[in-house]
């Protein structure tokens, strides 16, 4: 007998390596519009190229932070904060795909039709809003937002406070209430992205 071959054939497909490597033109195409800094420029280039290698380091939310900095650091303009609403967003998009995505595989272009689909639908909203806020800002609206840079570091602090400690609590089981019941543990919470068991 003969051991016949088992595979199968996408027709429209892409290396897996195409959306590593779309992070980092996205990164790459960010500072050098947004970014005025040469030295945060190469610490989002260097951090995107790590996300590559290393997606689980999460080193692309640090390069579309470098964009985000480089926005608040610069005086106000419509179109940079819509630039840096679009990149950030491609960027959040691509690092997660990124995650899932194996660098050898190959992708079947249907299969991120969805995670397009949602992308559009988001800029629909977001850039809307975006010059809605440029448009009815005061003219000195540094002024009165530096005052809240200390309350919004505070929120940041608890909300990362908040989401480690809701990872934390995700994994812990629960004990069962009696032995008629569903107990909390048996029931599903969340995604379960471990794979297949």
């Given at each position: 007998m003969r051991r016949g071959l088992r595979s199968f054939r996408v027709r429209a497909a892409v290396p897996g390596v195409t959306v590593r490597l779309l992070l980092v033109a996205m990164v790459w195409a960010g500072v050098v519009v947004l970014v005025p800094f040469p030295l945060w420029q190469g610490v989002a280039v260097i951090a995107a190229v790590?996300?590559?290698?290393?997606?689980?380091s999460l080193a692309a939310w640090f390069a579309a932070a470098c964009l985000v900095f480089g926005v608040l650091l610069t005086p106000p303009d419509p179109g940079r904060t819509a630039l840096a609403v679009l990149l950030v967003h491609a960027i959040h998009v691509l690092a997660s795909l990124s995650l899932v995505i194996p660098i050898s595989s190959r992708v079947a272009l249907a299969v991120l039709g969805p995670s397009l689909s949602r992308f559009c639908v988001i800029?629909?909203?977001a850039q809307p809003v975006v010059l809605a806020a440029c448009l009815l800002a005061p003219s000195n609206v540094e002024q009165g937002i530096t005052a809240l840079a200390p309350l919004a570091a505070v929120m940041l602090v608890l909300g990362v406070g908040l989401a480690l400690r809701a990872v934390r609590s995700s994994d812990v089981p629960r004990p069962a209430r009696s032995a008629g019941e569903e107990s909390v543990a048996e029931?599903?919470?969340?995604?379960?992205v471990r794979g297949p068991s």
């Open positions: 790590l996300a590559v290698v290393l997606p689980r800029q629909l909203l029931r599903p919470r969340g995604a379960n």
